[in-house]
Each structure stands twice: as C-alpha cells, then as structure tokens.
C-alpha cells in the first residue's frame, strides 16, 4: 500500500490536488489510464488507455535475452545485456511507452506533467533515455522488488527528446509483478519517489500519486455506487477506475478477464475525436493494451480497428541470439486474436534519444 497519510494531511493534499487539477483541466487533457485486474486462479491483467491528441504510431516488437544496450548515446550512458525476453510497445519508431517481459513484470508509462527529472545533484550521472528506461528495468528485472532496488539507487540521470512538435516527455510509471506486487515511480525535481504496495490498482496522470489518492478517498467515503465524478479529468478517471475494478467478478477465465479490463477501460477512456469547443489540447483514446501476466499474453486495442489481437510471448523464441521480431500494427485493421505467428524478423528499433 502506499505509505499512510493522517486525515489533516489528506485534507490538505486533497485541496491542493483540486486547485492543481482545476487548473491542469482548463489547460490541457492529455493523458492515459491504468487498470490492474485481479481476478481468481492467479489471473492479473494489466489494462490501460493511451490518449493524445492525434495518432501515436505504435508497433510491437519482441526482443529476446541477450541483447546488448545502451541507454542512451551520450559518452558514459548506462549500459546492460539483457536477462530477459521482453514484448514492448514503441511508439513513432524511437521510444518504448510500455512492455511485459517473460518473467511477468509489466511496466507502464503515463504522463504525468508535474515530473521534474533532474536537480543538481543528478546531472553527472550516466544518461539514461526515456525511450530505453521500461527495457532497462524489464531486460533485468524479474520481480517489481528486483526493479524497486535498482531504480532506488538511482545511479542515472534520465531525460528524453521532445516529440510531437516539442512535447516534453514527463512521465510516471506502474510496475507490477505476478504476485501482485506493484510500484509507481516519480520523479519530483530529480529526487525518484517509490510507493510500494500490494495490488496497486490505478494509474491515470497528474497530481502525483499521493495526492491522486487524498481525492479518491474522499470519493470512497461518497460511495461510488450513489455518485461519481464525470469528466475526462485525470482524478476523475482515477475515480471511476477505481471504483469499478473494486466491484466487478473475479474470474480466472483469461478471455473473461480480458472483457472486463477492457470494459473497466471502456469507463474511463476519451471517446474518438473528443473535442470541446475552444481548447485544442483534448485527448482522445488512441490505443489500448492488456497484460496478461499470468498466461503472458499481450494484447493491443487500436480504437479504430474492429478487432483485439495479441502476442504471445510463450510462443516467441527469446533465446539469446534469436532474431528480432516486429508486428507492424499499421497493418492489423484486420487482425484478432493470436497474431504471434504475423510477426517478422526486424532490425532493432532505433531510439530517439
């Protein structure tokens, strides 16, 4: 759980979160939205929505073990040889926005525009790029305690090339392995900010994760099943998140389990080509992604494709010499279900560092 905040505190974050979200609303709406399902038999599955403001070009690839990489191109970046077969998911070509590996853990980034990532005292270390930092932690990292203890030492300085006509990339992360065990990390002004806990739920954007929690209890005191908040906010969609993934069935029936993500996701995503009159910086739900950690499969959810598809990672050959493989998702308006077998030998992405 996250650390414990007394009711004075959480009256005070709650404030300050509403003040910072009101004004973060009337400005922009980017964003995405985590979900994690914890249903019967083991079953986990890691659901969350991507939203911008016009289409992320977003391919699949799958890596295997054995890879050598570097963090960034910089003199002294970090550098590692990877444990672990992976899947992710890189956006325009450069960046790596989310993945899975073979041991379970998922890791997912979001926006989260109050993310400071250097001070003073970070500057000298070795530079570590937003487009490798998930491969770094999911290349060695088999449980989210392993990715805490490496992150908590903090011995890179992080940052990332602008996108999209000057975007900063200022993100968070959930990280979840398949016993449940869960963190998110955030950067406040270079200093990283661990919270630990067992099946942490819900991710969405800004305020920062203590203060996204102050304004959710006050709605769990409301009672969601009588009230809840409406909008495409970030707090809100936390809200109804975490709400209805508290008050669906627990199946360990994959399919199933994938359906009620998916549905959960449905409640808290931005309907297609959104807009509000006057603000030009609403976001719409472009894709959406599910992982299933205990069965490893990794599904993805274009909004505009009819159906769902998915890889799976059992079947992917992640020995270490093994080549490559890509799933062209510009290709997939015709896809569903298992589409491992679509996937072809690939150069490594190249990242925009």
Same mark, same amino acid.
């Given at each position: 759980?996250?650390?414990?905040?007394?009711?004075?505190?959480?009256?005070?974050?709650?404030?300050?979160?509403?003040?910072?979200?009101?004004?973060?609303?009337?400005?922009?709406?980017?964003?995405?939205?985590?979900?994690?399902?914890?249903?019967?038999?083991?079953?986990?599955?890691?659901?969350?929505?991507?939203?911008?403001?016009?289409?992320?070009?977003?391919?699949?690839?799958?890596?295997?073990?054995?890879?050598?990489?570097?963090?960034?191109?910089?003199?002294?970046?970090?550098?590692?040889?990877?444990?672990?077969?992976?899947?992710?998911?890189?956006?325009?070509?450069?960046?790596?926005?989310?993945?899975?590996?073979?041991?379970?853990?998922?890791?997912?980034?979001?926006?989260?525009?109050?993310?400071?990532?250097?001070?003073?005292?970070?500057? $000298?270390?070795?530079?570590?790029?937003?487009?490798?930092?998930?491969?770094?932690?999911?290349?060695?990292?088999?449980?989210?305690?392993?990715?805490?203890?490496?992150?908590?030492?903090?011995?890179?300085?992080?940052?990332?090339?602008?996108?999209?006509?000057?975007?900063?990339?200022?993100?968070?992360?959930?990280?979840?392995?398949?016993?449940?065990?869960?963190?998110?990390?955030?950067?406040?002004?270079?200093?990283?900010?661990?919270?630990?806990?067992?099946?942490?739920?819900?991710?969405?954007?800004?305020?920062?994760?203590?203060?996204?929690?102050?304004?959710?209890?006050?709605?769990?005191?409301?009672?969601?099943?009588?009230?809840?908040?409406?909008?495409?906010?970030?707090?809100?969609?936390?809200?109804?998140?975490?709400?209805?993934?508290?008050?669906?069935?627990?199946?360990?029936?994959?399919?199933?389990?994938?359906?009620?993500?998916?549905?959960?996701?449905? $409640?808290?995503?931005?309907?297609?080509?959104?807009?509000?009159?006057?603000?030009? $910086?609403?976001?719409?739900?472009?894709?959406?992604?599910?992982?299933?950690?205990?069965?490893?499969?990794?599904?993805?959810?274009?909004?505009?494709?009819?159906?769902?598809?998915?890889?799976?990672?059992?079947?992917?050959?992640?020995?270490?010499?093994?080549?490559?493989?890509?799933?062209?998702?510009?290709?997939?308006?015709?896809?569903?279900?298992?589409?491992?077998?679509?996937?072809?030998?690939?150069?490594?992405?190249?990242?925009?560092?």
């Amino acid at each position: 759980m996250h650390p414990p905040i007394s009711t004075v505190m959480k009256a005070k974050l709650f404030a300050m979160a509403l003040a910072l979200t009101t004004l973060l609303g009337a400005q922009h709406a980017e964003g995405c939205s985590r979900v994690l399902y914890v249903g019967s038999d083991s079953l986990r599955i890691v659901g969350r929505s991507l939203d911008w403001k016009t289409p992320i070009p977003t391919n699949i690839y799958v890596y295997p073990r054995g890879i050598k990489k570097a963090g960034n191109s910089l003199p002294g970046s970090v550098e590692w040889t990877s444990k672990y077969g992976s899947v992710y998911a890189v956006s325009y070509e450069g960046g790596i926005t989310e993945g899975m590996n073979e041991k379970g853990l998922v890791v997912n980034g979001l926006f989260c525009k109050g993310t400071v990532y250097v001070n003073d005292s970070t500057r $000298n270390r070795p530079p570590m790029s937003l487009a490798m930092f998930p491969a770094w932690i999911l290349d060695l990292c088999g449980t989210t305690d392993e990715a805490v203890a490496m992150l908590a030492r903090q011995n890179f300085n992080i940052s990332g090339a602008t996108f999209d006509e000057g975007t900063s990339s200022t993100l968070h992360w959930g990280i979840t392995d398949p016993s449940g065990k869960s963190a998110v990390v955030e950067f406040d002004h270079g200093t990283i900010k661990i919270y630990q806990g067992q099946d942490m739920r819900v991710l969405t954007n800004d305020p920062n994760y203590p203060e996204m929690n102050a304004i959710n209890d006050y709605w769990v005191k409301k009672g969601g099943s009588h009230t809840l908040p409406g909008t495409v906010s970030s707090p809100d969609r936390y809200v109804r998140a975490d709400f209805f993934d508290r008050n669906v069935e627990k199946t360990g029936d994959a399919d199933l389990g994938v359906a009620i993500t998916r549905s959960i996701l449905f $409640n808290v995503s931005v309907p297609y080509t959104y807009t509000i009159q006057g603000d030009g $910086n609403i976001s719409s739900t472009q894709w959406r992604s599910f992982s299933n950690i205990r069965d490893r499969l990794y599904y993805f959810d274009v909004v505009t494709n009819p159906g769902l598809f998915y890889i799976d990672l059992k079947k992917c050959d992640l020995r270490p010499g093994a080549p490559v493989m890509k799933l062209d998702v510009s290709k997939s308006k015709d896809y569903i279900g298992d589409v491992t077998h679509k996937m072809f030998k690939s150069k490594p992405f190249t990242p925009m560092y």
